[in-house]
């Protein structure tokens, strides 16, 4: 099974841009859809993007589209977040998610791993 750990979470002011990486190891990363989620205190954990195994086959929230862009290197095993215009409703805990799959998919009982999560904050 594949072991994550996500990086490059912080704090940024409204208009900002953070890019969240996530570091696959333990598995065969090319084998998976990976996946984007983000929980805000007192909220469900909702889906941000997710990105096919190959072909670049992406989906994105309807929240985040067009200011947030999911990308994936399989010979390093990373998988990118880089997100632009942010606002303080962005502000959770963003993990990323290996599925079952190899099509991207927005629902989480289709991810299998997950790393650890990593903050970010965007101030008004």
């Known amino acids: 099974q594949v072991q994550l750990v996500e990086s490059g979470g912080g704090l940024v002011q409204t208009g900002g841009s953070l890019r969240l990486s996530c570091v696959a190891s333990?598995?065969?990363?090319?084998?998976?859809?990976m996946g984007w989620f983000r929980q805000a205190p007192g909220k469900e954990r909702e889906f941000v993007a997710a990105l096919s195994r190959s072909y670049g086959i992406t989906r994105y929230a309807d929240s985040v589209k067009g200011r947030f862009t999911i990308s994936r290197d399989n010979a390093k095993n990373t998988m990118d977040l880089q997100m632009n215009g942010l606002k303080p409703e962005d502000t959770a805990v963003y993990y990323c998610?290996?599925?079952?799959?190899?099509?991207?998919?927005?629902?989480?009982?289709?991810?299998?791993?997950w790393g650890q999560g990593a903050q970010v904050t965007v101030s008004s």
């Open positions: 998610a290996a599925a079952t799959g190899v099509l991207p998919s927005t629902t989480i009982s289709d991810f299998r791993s």
């Open positions: 333990g598995g065969t990363f090319s084998n998976h859809a």
